[in-house]
């Protein structure tokens, strides 16, 4: 297995990588100020703290920071988030229940360290199987989660927490909403059970299409997983992707490679199966000169081969091959093997998990039901649309990482509102398990929507400025 990334597609990719991040960071900053007030503040020096710990602990472990690294750190935002919110969602109930700050502090904290636990235990044992069974570029991603979510707990807790205690001992004011953001859905009353049905039908209808899709259409498996060469090349004007997958044709002795743009429409990502057998030492060079022969048509000045093939810096940078990656069919199976692993070991642990802490088995089965309910839709998507969305929709190594993280990132959802039906089940064994689940529900609501928002904020704009590199993986979370 062999990658090249020559330094200016690295540098592009980082940059883009970099601003979407602070972009995305000031958001989620500001949006904590706008509904939680004075409290906002405060998570968002715990956040600060987070980011400072995470780079920090990285630097120390000599950590390479890849492109699905930074999509790590991200994420961790969102989960840093996310304990904030269970912490300052249930001190606003405590608040609305008519205790004094001191204590709604103390019991706010006091009740939601299970719901953070448990959340953040699952996707710490999904970030520990992507570790195991990841390679490169998942690994990176697996490395950043797991620092992520250590440090987010200790920030979320004991940071604000520290900070709360200070601003008491000082009487200084503390409010954890302004005037529009007190009461939101406070009394929510849906009948969630009751919709029930019109849900199955939904969900029925898209899993039909995608289990349609996957046995018509099938998936578009990156070199990954198959075995083969890509390479990304830029000319210096709009390319004929249509022509220059016939000219390759013709160099490959008739094995036609794909060839599609590769974010702007004067870049290629130009896939071939072609020799991949060979251990010839030489076939690296002979493929790269029937690209030059191939590809050299589209240029509008002309390129010499030395500029085309270079991946050193020089006048045409940013012309010719930007970046090439070989896998072998051997490198392939293994990496394809350690996927289906990753994901059946990290449903299996979620499963063991829960079923130990809520005591019952019937949680662990209806939350392993609904990850896998997530992780079909979401590849059932990839297969329908692949073709028609103007990015790459490769299922590779980073894909398997982001089902991984939609598998983390859901069972953190479910846990915490497992936790609360668990909760008023044990409160009030007398009411019906029916309006049990619909309370538990009801009164998660503002915190699942506000979890939900900042990390769907985050990756909106991670999908809109984060570079082609990363869209696809992006938009796996997305959905």
Same mark, same amino acid.
């Given at each position: 297995?062999?990658?090249? /990334? ?19 960071? #000031?958001?989620?900053?500001?949006? !904590?100020? /706008? ?38 750190? =991200? ?9 904030? /919110? ?8 405590? *608040? ?10 103390? +019991? ?29 570029? =998942? ?19 004991? *940071? ?34 009751? !919709? ?26 990156? *070199? ?7 390479? =990304?090349?830029?000319?210096?004007? +709009? ?39 060979? +251990? ?54 293994? @990496? ?17 998990? #829960? ?30 649309? %692949? ?5 790459? !929709? ?14 983390? %990132? ?22 019906? $398990?029916?309006?049990?689940?619909? +309370? ?19 990756? $909106?704009? @991670? ?13 796996? $979370?997305?959905?």
């Amino acid at each position: 297995e062999e990658a090249v /990334v020559g330094p200016s597609l690295g540098r592009e990719a980082v940059s883009a990588g970099m601003n979407s991040f602070i972009l995305a960071f #000031i958001l989620v900053l500001a949006y !904590m100020i /706008v509904y939680y007030n004075r409290a906002g503040l405060v998570a968002n020096i715990a956040l600060i703290t987070n980011i400072f710990f995470i780079f920090g602990v990285l630097a120390s472990l000599k950590a390479v920071l890849t492109l699905p690294g930074m999509a790590g750190i =991200v994420l961790t935002l969102g989960m840093a988030v996310d304990a904030n /919110v269970i912490i300052y969602e249930r001190i606003k109930e405590e *608040i609305r229940a008519g205790k004094g700050f001191r204590l709604a502090i103390t +019991d706010g904290y006091k009740n939601a360290y299970s719901a953070i636990i448990d959340g953040n235990v699952t996707t710490l044992l999904t970030g520990i199987v992507l570790y195991v069974f990841g390679t490169g570029p =998942v690994q990176g991603f697996a490395t950043t989660l797991i620092i992520g979510i250590l440090s987010s707990l200790f920030t979320a807790i004991f *940071i604000s927490r520290l900070i709360f205690t200070w601003m008491l001992n000082k009487n200084m004011k503390v409010n954890f909403s302004n005037k529009f953001t007190a009461n939101i859905l406070a009394n929510a009353s849906f009948d969630f059970i009751g !919709m029930r049905k019109k849900a199955y039908i939904f969900s029925a209808i898209l899993i039909i299409v995608s289990l349609g899709s996957l046995f018509t259409k099938g998936l578009n498996l990156g *070199i990954d997983f198959t075995g083969g060469r890509t390479y =990304v090349i830029r000319v210096d004007q +709009d390319i004929n992707t249509e022509a220059v997958r016939e000219a390759l044709t013709a160099e490959f002795d008739g094995n036609s490679p794909e060839v599609k743009t590769f974010g702007p429409n004067s870049q290629i990502k130009v896939t071939t199966k072609y020799m991949i057998d060979s +251990d010839d030492p030489a076939v690296d060079s002979i493929i790269q000169v029937k690209l030059y022969s191939g590809v050299s048509g589209s240029f509008k000045n002309e390129i010499a081969y030395s500029d085309f093939s270079s991946d050193t810096e020089g006048e045409n940078k940013l012309l010719g091959i930007l970046s090439s990656q070989k896998i072998g069919p051997t490198i392939a199976y293994d @990496i394809r093997t350690k996927a289906m692993f990753a994901i059946g070991f990290a449903l299996i642990i979620i499963f063991i998990y #829960i079923g130990i802490r809520f005591r019952k088995w019937q949680y662990g089965v209806s939350g392993v039901l609904a990850l896998f309910h997530d992780s079909l839709i979401t590849l059932g998507m990839f297969s329908l649309f %692949y073709g028609i969305l103007p990015f790459s !929709m490769e299922v590779d190594q980073a894909f398997i990482a982001a089902i991984l993280t939609i598998i983390g %990132y859901s069972i953190n959802d479910s846990v915490i509102i497992f936790d609360r039906i668990r909760e008023y089940t044990g409160l009030f064994p007398k009411h019906s $398990l029916k309006r049990n689940i619909n +309370d538990g529900l009801n009164s998660t609501l503002a915190r699942t929507l506000n979890t939900s928002g900042t990390t769907l904020v985050v990756l $909106l704009v @991670i999908f809109l400025l984060g570079g082609e590199v990363i869209r696809g993986f992006i938009f796996a $979370l997305l959905i």
